[in-house]
């Protein structure tokens, strides 16, 4: 009994002093982490926002977005805190954007992508192509922006996060609409749209006729079988149906059919006006 | 060598003659995992230099406090301790170095070296012997990382002192296209793999 | 259901515990040599494996957070698992003989297994919900166990092969697992979560 009693008390009195201990450290060295990880963001925001004042924080879906002003209370632009699935792991990384959504700079905060192969991420060539872009423009793989051959899953990621990113600040915070697609003006006639997908081009065949979708037709793609059947012939159906491209995209095909709305979109640039007399394009 | 002084013995023992990485394969899970660039081996290998000093030291010191059958959670407890130090030190102050070896930070606390030295050497022997037996032990555990670290980042990066490309320094010029495989996992067990061929070798060439 | 399975197929192929992650890499050094004790082995690390992430994350939940001691995770992990498996080791030798026979050895072993650890430690970091890191818990224990059991049925053969004496024992086994990770990097970026 008395031996219990003091294996109890030798075993007690360990874990209390090392409790102790640790909550001591734990007292020191968090204020310097927090305050490490605050400059670390500050300076960020003065680089990117070198007129900033202050800045008042939004979350939108986990995400967290803040919006900075100047001295006058004049609206600089938005630094976007995002994290998102890449390779190997959960990037974290910072999107700084103006007030009409161009982009200013990135910052990846954290990421454990492949060393050598996929941390091209973090290198100014990656992150300069951004630059400038914003709403407008559709931030897509091989058109605006271009993934590094051999770690197109790293940088394929990042360009769609980097563009879901830029479209969550002007729908939710700046107000902004998308160039809506006046499918009206357009003359009729069959056209064609590609874009590059991981393993080759996807290209779309468009029918229009009394400026409305009739048909829409995936006539060449070289995505995997298994999540294309997921967003095709679905994708085109619903866009036919809601006359919009603005439809839901199904999560387990989202690379999929986010490039069949994007070669739409390609499609109909294509398409003259249909007061144009229908020239050679 | 001064072979009557039980001070070098101990240290060179840990170094040399029961090197934990190359002669008692322990602790290996660490050795593989954050070798993959030479500052991240050498941090990983200070880190827990510093964990088996300082337990050592403690757990000496206290031998003689702990009834025997509680001795290894108490070790534990102490071992985990330190550890955790360790954690926040490397968090607050080398947060680059902290990001890059994750969750092996932690696991140091499994690592069968330190409660090897606890359990063997440092629960039997006096304080000072305890203390140079964790330095032999933590130089020879850094050794080998930091070797392994050496050949995997040069042969996979081409470059040392890498990843922040503040520091790398290029080896071969901007034509080398380097062993990308020596920087992932199959390139670890290869190249830890190759060097202990090595080093058993050189062990017994000079009949250590 | 989705997401179950997706952790599944990764922790036990993609990002196998010890040929893409080096979790557990000391015992698949040591037990790989007979294809009967990689079985046995196996067996009782995906027995207390799936128990510590288990008892690890209701812990770390329901006590750690709440209290904000969050810092005492490394300490309060390893007594969790030293315990567990003292207590698995003494309730087996009380209810099966049999079963003990068979894991009872590998029991004291696991203590210092860093995969269970590991899983205990990333079942949190990775923000899993609770079935989640249970399901998370029984891949990455069959992931150990696979490759430990094929490394096993390579040894068995390697015994008989003629290798060079400096490279018998260990340093042979670490390059056969290296090609064997090789053949595993074929799986990577198949899926995530």
């Known amino acids: ?281 | 060598m001064a072979e009557h002084n039980p001070y070098v013995d101990d240290l060179s023992r840990g170094i040399i003659r029961e090197n934990p990485v190359f002669r008692l394969l322990l602790g290996m899970c660490p050795v593989l995992g954050v070798t993959a660039y030479f500052i991240n081996g050498l941090g990983m290998g200070l880190a827990t230099t510093a964990v088996v000093i300082a337990s050592n030291v403690v757990i000496a010191s206290l031998k003689n406090y702990i009834p025997a059958q509680v001795r290894i959670p108490c070790f534990i407890v102490v071992i985990a301790t330190f550890v955790t130090i360790v954690e926040m030190v490397l968090q607050a102050f080398q947060p680059a170095l902290y990001e890059a070896l994750g969750v092996f930070v932690p696991l140091i606390v499994v690592n069968c070296v330190i409660l090897g030295r606890a359990e063997a050497f440092a629960s039997k022997k006096p304080v000072l012997r305890s203390l140079v037996d964790g330095v032999g032990v933590g130089i020879g555990f850094t050794l080998a990382l930091g070797i392994l670290a050496l050949v995997r980042e040069i042969a996979g990066q081409g470059t040392i002192m890498g990843p922040d490309p503040e520091s790398a320094i290029l080896l071969f010029g901007e034509g080398f296209e380097p062993m990308g495989l020596f920087g992932q996992p199959p390139g670890a067990f290869i190249a830890l793999g190759l060097l202990l061929g090595f080093a058993n070798m050189l062990f017994k060439k000079l009949n250590i | ?193």
């Open chain 3, 1 to 193: 259901m989705e997401r179950l399975l997706s952790i599944i197929f990764i922790y036990i192929l993609v990002e196998n515990f010890v040929l893409q992650r080096f979790f557990g890499i000391c015992p698949f050094l040591g037990v790989s040599r007979k294809m009967e004790t990689a079985v046995g082995m196996s067996m009782a690390v995906i027995f207390v494996m799936s128990m510590a992430t288990l008892v690890t994350w209701l812990l770390y939940t329901f006590v750690l957070i709440p209290l904000n001691l969050e810092y005492l995770q490394i300490v309060t992990f390893i007594l969790v698992i030293a315990s567990l498996v003292q207590l698995v080791e003494t309730t087996l030798r009380k209810i099966s003989p049999t079963l003990y026979q068979g894991l009872g050895i590998f029991l004291p072993l696991i203590t210092t297994n860093c995969a269970i650890m590991a899983v205990a430690l990333l079942a949190v970091r990775e923000e899993f919900a609770f079935i989640e890191a249970v399901v998370f818990g029984i891949a990455a224990s069959i992931g150990f166990s696979l490759a430990l059991v094929i490394m096993a049925g390579i040894r068995e053969r390697l015994e008989l092969a003629d290798v060079p004496e400096v490279l018998k024992g260990s340093a042979v086994t670490l390059i056969t697992a290296g090609i064997l990770s090789l053949a595993f990097q074929g799986f990577r970026g198949m899926l995530t979560l």
């Open chain 1, 1 to 281: 009994m008395h031996n219990i009693l003091r294996l109890s008390v030798t075993l007690v009195a360990v874990a209390i002093i090392s409790a102790a201990l640790l909550t001591g450290m734990h007292n020191i060295t968090e204020p310097v982490i927090r305050e490490k990880e605050q400059r670390e963001y500050l300076e960020a925001l003065e680089k990117f926002f070198p007129g900033i004042n202050e800045y008042e924080t939004r979350e939108i879906e986990g995400d967290q977005f803040d919006l900075v002003y100047d001295q006058d209370g004049e609206k600089l632009g938005i630094m976007a805190t995002v994290k998102t699935q890449g390779y190997e792991g959960t990037i974290t990384y910072n999107l700084a954007v103006d007030t009409d959504t161009e982009i200013i700079g990135i910052r990846v905060i954290s990421h454990s992508e492949t060393p050598g192969i996929g941390d091209v991420i973090t290198t100014d060539d990656f992150q300069e192509q951004f630059i400038g872009k914003s709403f407008e423009d559709t931030i897509q793989e091989g058109e605006d922006v271009d993934a590094v051959s051999g770690a197109t899953m790293s940088t394929g990621s990042m360009i769609s996060s980097i563009r879901r990113t830029v479209i969550t600040i002007g729908e939710n915070i700046l107000d902004m609409e998308r160039k809506a697609f006046a499918l009206e003006g357009l003359a009729d006639g069959v056209y064609r749209g590609s874009v590059e997908g991981t393993y080759g081009p996807l290209t779309v065949e468009v029918e229009l006729s009394d400026g409305r979708f009739q048909n829409i037709e995936v006539i060449e793609h070289n995505e995997t079988e298994a999540y294309f059947v997921d967003a095709y012939p679905e994708i085109p159906e619903k866009i036919i149906e809601e006359q919009s491209l603005e439809v839901d995209v199904q999560t387990s095909a989202t690379l999929s059919a986010e490039r069949i709305i994007t070669a739409v979109i390609n499609a109909l640039e294509e398409a003259p006006e249909s007061g144009s007399g229908g020239g050679d394009n």
